[in-house]
T-cell receptor, first 118, second 111 residues
Framework: GAVVSQHPSRVICKSGTSVKIECRSLDFQATTMFWYRQFPKQSLMLMATSNEGSKATYEQGVEKDKFLINHASLTLSTLTVTSAHPEDSSFYIC??????????????FGNGTRLTVT | DAKTTQPPSMDCAEGRAANLPCNHS???????VYWYRQIHSQGPQYIIH???NNETNEMASLIITEDRKSSTLILPHATLRDTAVYYCIVRVADTASKLTFGTGTRLQVTL
């Protein structure tokens, strides 16, 4: 159980275009999802917390107008990288916790999306 | 959330137990210890978590010292597929509480 699906797994786009990444909790509901970014040979860095039915909370230094987050339902959050540039090339990973499993239940992660901006 | 300290890398022979240490000397009473691992180019995988008692599941055992200032993740019979970066994270049990990743321990399992 507790599967998080992320799509696409890889995407290559041209500079200036926008890319949407989907994160779905397949067998549980999640009122909160988290988006991380990971550059090569570095650890995961939290970008934002996605809240169902309300605005996302962004970490310091993350531009909310560039990284648009929509958490439209209890099983889906999307991250849109707008006007992508080569420096946005990274591994983007989402995670979610089953709302019904209690506050100490673990976060489960998707398998990530590797974005390459040319 | 409390910070953790882990060795940057460790080696382990296949079939032997891998013991991965973690220091969390500033942990507070309501913070849990979580362990995740990340195999190359994949999302992190949850392994185990605990508050103060030792825990065991099908993947690993978690030993937490009595003062809770450190813990050890034990993989009883390491295989080559256990080669990964292992992250020890402490967090408050709260719905919106974030997981903050440190640099972890890169475990290399060798033949």
């Amino acid at each position: 159980g507790a599967v998080v699906s992320q799509h696409p797994s890889r995407v290559i786009c041209k500079s200036g275009t926008s890319v949407k990444i989907e994160c779905r909790s397949l067998d549980f509901q999640a009122t909160t999802m988290f988006w991380y970014r990971q550059f090569p040979k570095q650890s995961l860095m939290l970008m934002a917390t996605s809240n169902e039915g309300s605005k996302a909370t962004y970490e310091q230094g993350v531009e909310k107008d560039k990284f648009l987050i929509n958490h439209a339902s209890l099983t889906l959050s999307t991250l849109t990288v707008t006007s992508a540039h080569p420096e946005d090339s990274s591994f983007y990973i989402c995670s979610a916790r089953a709302s019904a499993q209690g506050n100490n239940s673990p976060l489960h992660f998707g398998n990530g999306t590797r974005l390459t901006v040319t | 959330d409390a910070k953790t300290t882990q060795p940057p890398s460790m080696d382990c022979a296949e079939g032997r137990a891998a013991n991965l240490p973690c220091n969390h000397s500033t942990i507070s009473g309501n913070e849990y210890v979580y362990w995740y691992r990340q195999i190359h180019s994949q999302g992190p995988q949850y392994i185990i978590h605990g508050l103060k008692n030792n825990e065991t599941n099908e993947m690993a055992s978690l030993i937490i010292t009595e003062d809770r200032k450190s813990s050890t993740l034990i993989l009883p019979h390491a295989t080559l597929r256990d080669t990964a970066v292992y992250y020890c994270i402490v967090r408050v049990a709260d719905t919106a509480s974030k997981l903050t990743f440190g640099t972890g321990t890169r475990l290399q399992v060798t033949l």
